[in-house]
């Protein structure tokens, strides 16, 4: 705020207050304070946000704003001021860490202020906790002092005050901004009786008072009682603790004790935090999330107390707020992942399920129980058992798979007109290929013969006998179904991001990684020899993983050169067949696009006239075969005559994909699949992964390139490997010329479109079509004679 107040003059300073979905909203209040009510008055907006935020979605949103409002701007309309509060430095290199340590100029300027304070204040401002530790220089010292008054407290009863105080403690030091209503305060204490008559809250609060503040947020609202200093909150805890009031007591009694039957949505909100809020891993792993598995509180409570305290305390607030999910869900996953009870872990999924059961991501924990009771099963259980506690956990992964499906639905529709971007949850679809992977595992140790029948090699009811138990009969719909679906969830996984990624954070690895392997043991290590030709052949690309157009696009991640040619020969041999589609023939090409980026030569045949022979796919592929179309017909450097169709080869492109994907991928960001590089025919086109590994320097790193803020395009040996394509910025559209053709293209930052103008960029083409990314204006030079 201080930085706020010391730009007022020269900027337009905001900081926002609502909620951080309504983009939309938000970006007509910044386009607003820009103009100033005047498209004459322009000045830079500077925004303050307190709290994480997907900047994508709320620079798309001002552009559209500004283009709507047909503002010309030459200046920044906004500058993004984002303040997170963590107890850890973050992992984005972007990020400024403000760090617990004073400057030498910082020192003098305190230590002037200090006598300021003392001169206006007097003893009274040897009580300026927060002023004090920054003077400090946040001295645990000075801490230790200030929270000395907590060495008398004693190991017997504690009085209400002393209790309201460790309540207020454990609050502000897990939820900061946290604070608890004066009138709450002292509902609580009216019950001391040896605090009789009109006493303020301060005086009842000796002597802790001083650690105490009671402040206003606006003359309309009441009283707000919170702890001097976080660092302040955080010592005292752990001075109670060692007391004997532990943190799982105050807890405890905080929720059973001061909290009423019916609380305020902000003390619910406070709570909620305290018990379910997970904070980002303080080193960075990357298991099932960024998030640590619980939040700080409980995470404190089973390392320094014990597991079933935890449980004790999420228990409690479970029961007390009967109607909220969050409570039930996290004791869910504390009872499967750190006691192992999975019995317990189950009932309380189902309750969580039972107060929400609309909601996927609350769905979710009720399959994560059963799978996690199916990989903790020991090697000697009877595949019986393996097999219905995996049908317990698939039942439930697809039931939440069916409620995100609904989810999503439902945002395209109520959505649209608050532009909130929700995205798909695809946790049940992973989750289902997880219990298929273990059970896989599982099965085929006790018995290699499950090897042939998870891989549909054999029919299980003629190997029975071999397998031991006749009575297994009664689970064969589900195994005979469960190739099918592993290769339809593979296919969704591997379409779905190779073709986009997440806005929000990155996506995970393993991911990709572990479907990739679920399916491999699914489809199997062999060709059946009673196949015929072309099945063998379909077999061999699955093995491959080779078997979609989003499969061969992804190839240079995972297979080696002579990988590559082998899938171009089998999807030439398929497309040369009697009953060949036009997918097959699509496939072939891109499979020689991707070994041409594997600097192996291969002709320069044009394949545009073949592709136009061919019957436009069903409307499942038709946006690779628009894309294809797309590429074969760009136009080279040299290129003489315009191409006439161009502008309704990227329509067709940008329809197909509308059909297709619009809808999935919605809240997610189109991951660029080629690039135009010089050369001519197939040659010309440069794979995303070729641009990464020259970019890395490291073939072996993970492909996670954040494409949208380009800082890839400054890396000369990129450049180098890329084609600049004049164009032209005009009406808040971009335009990429070839002689006598002008196109429009999509632009990968909308911030490069306010100003018009001459412009060159690169051309990358997503599932969707032509991308302008990074844009550079162009300055042009004029001779004067």
């Known amino acids: 705020m201080q930085v706020l107040w010391d730009m007022r003059k020269t900027l337009r300073c905001a900081a926002l207050m609502g909620s951080p979905l309504e983009c939309t909203k938000i970006a007509k209040e910044v386009v607003h304070l820009f103009t100033g009510g005047s498209k004459d008055d322009l000045n830079t907006v500077l925004l303050l946000i307190n709290e994480e935020f997907t900047l994508e979605h709320l620079q798309d949103s001002i552009m559209a704003e500004i283009e709507e409002q047909q503002i010309d701007v030459d200046i920044p309309v906004v500058i993004l001021f984002i303040c997170v509060r963590s107890d850890h430095a ?192 303080k080193d960075g792993s990357i298991e099932d999330s960024d998030l640590e598995k619980f939040s700080t509180l409980i995470l404190h409570i089973n390392e320094i107390e014990d597991k079933n305290q935890s449980a004790s305390v999420l228990k409690v607030a479970s029961k007390k707020f009967d109607k909220n999910s969050l409570f039930p869900q996290a004791l869910a996953r504390l009872c499967y992942g ?196 072309l099945q063998q052949t379909f077999q061999k690309l699955k093995q491959k993983l080779a078997i979609t157009s989003a499969g061969v696009l992804s190839c240079l991640d995972r297979t080696c050169t002579s990988h590559i040619e082998y899938i171009i020969e089998w999807w030439r041999e398929i497309s040369q067949g009697k009953n060949s589609t036009t997918d097959a023939f699509v496939n072939f090409i891109l499979a020689k696009i991707m070994l041409s980026n594997k600097n192996k030569a291969i002709s320069s045949y044009d394949y545009k006239h073949d592709l136009k022979l061919r019957k436009p796919p069903s409307s499942v592929t038709q946006a ?40 999935m991928y919605r809240s997610r960001y189109l991951r660029p699949l080629f690039f135009l590089g010089p050369g001519v025919s197939l040659n010309r086109f440069v794979h995303r992964r070729v641009l990464e590994i020259l970019w890395t320097k490291d073939a072996l790193q993970e492909s996670n390139t954040n494409w949208k803020n380009e800082s890839i395009f400054r890396d000369s040996i990129v450049e180098e490997r890329l084609l600049k394509v004049e164009g032209v910025v005009r009406n808040y559209r971009v335009y990429a010329r070839f002689r006598d053709t002008e196109v429009e293209v999509d632009a990968n930052r909308r911030d490069c479109l306010c100003r018009s103008g001459h412009v060159s960029f690169y051309i990358g083409f997503t599932i969707k079509g032509p991308v302008a990314f990074s844009i550079r204006r162009r300055e042009l030079v004029t001779k004067v004679i």
């Open 624 to 663: 690779e075969y628009h894309l294809l179309s797309l590429l074969l017909s760009w136009p080279t450097n040299d290129e003489d005559k315009p191409v006439p169709d161009l502008y309704q080869l990227i329509k067709s492109a940008s329809h197909a994909y509308e059909r297709e994907y619009k809808a």
């Open 338 to 533: 750190e006691l192992e009870d999975f019995k317990e872990a189950e009932f309380w999924a189902k309750e969580a399920i039972k107060r929400d059961p609309k909601k996927s991501v609350i769905a979710d924990t009720l399959g994560q129980v059963h799978k996690n009771h199916l990989r903790n099963k020991k090697l000697s259980i009877e595949p019986r058992e393996l097999l219905q506690l995996a049908q317990k956990a698939i039942e439930a992964f697809e039931h939440e798979e069916k409620l995100a499906e609904e989810e999503h639905r439902k945002s395209l529709t109520e959505d649209e007109k608050s532009k909130v971007m929700w995205g798909l949850n695809t946790r049940g679809q992973f989750g289902f290929l997880q219990v298929c992977n273990i059970l896989f595992e599982l099965l085929v140790i006790q018995n290699e013969t499950w090897k042939d029948v998870l891989t549909k090699n054999v029919q299980m009811g003629s190997v029975l006998e071999s397998l031991g138990d006749k009575q297994l009969v009664r689970f064969r719909d589900l195994i005979e179904n469960l190739r099918e679906k592993v290769e339809k969830k593979m296919e969704f996984f591997d379409t779905f991001l190779t073709y986009s990624q997440s806005v929000l954070r990155k996506d995970k690895a393993y991911v990709s990684r572990e479907a990739s392997a679920c399916y491999k043991k699914y489809v199997g290590d062999s060709v059946p020899e009673h196949n015929d030709r």
């Open 90 to 281: 973050g992992h984005d290199t972007d990020c400024v860490i403000l760090k617990r340590t004073l400057s030498d100029t910082e020192k003098e300027e305190l230590n002037t202020k200090k006598e300021e304070l003392r001169r206006k204040y007097g003893a009274k401002a040897s009580q300026f906790h927060g002023f004090n530790i920054l003077h400090s220089n946040f001295s645990r010292d000075y801490i230790q002092e200030a929270c000395a008054v907590l060495n008398t407290v004693g190991r017997k009863k504690k009085p209400l005050k002393t209790q309201l105080f460790s309540f207020l403690s454990l609050l502000n030091a897990y939820v900061p901004g946290s604070y608890l209503l004066e009138s709450d305060c002292l509902d609580f204490l009216r019950h001391d009786n040896s605090l009789e008559g009109d006493i303020s809250l301060v005086t009842r609060m000796q002597p802790f008072s001083h650690l105490i503040i009671s402040f206003q947020h606006h003359k309309r609202y009441e009283n707000r009682i919170r702890m001097a200093h976080p660092m302040i909150a955080k010592h005292c805890t752990e001075l109670l603790a060692i007391a004997g009031v532990p943190r799982s007591d105050t807890a405890r009694n905080f929720l059973l004790r001061f909290c009423p039957d019916e609380v305020s949505p902000c003390l619910l909100g406070f709570i909620k935090d305290l018990l379910t809020k997970r904070e980002h891993k």
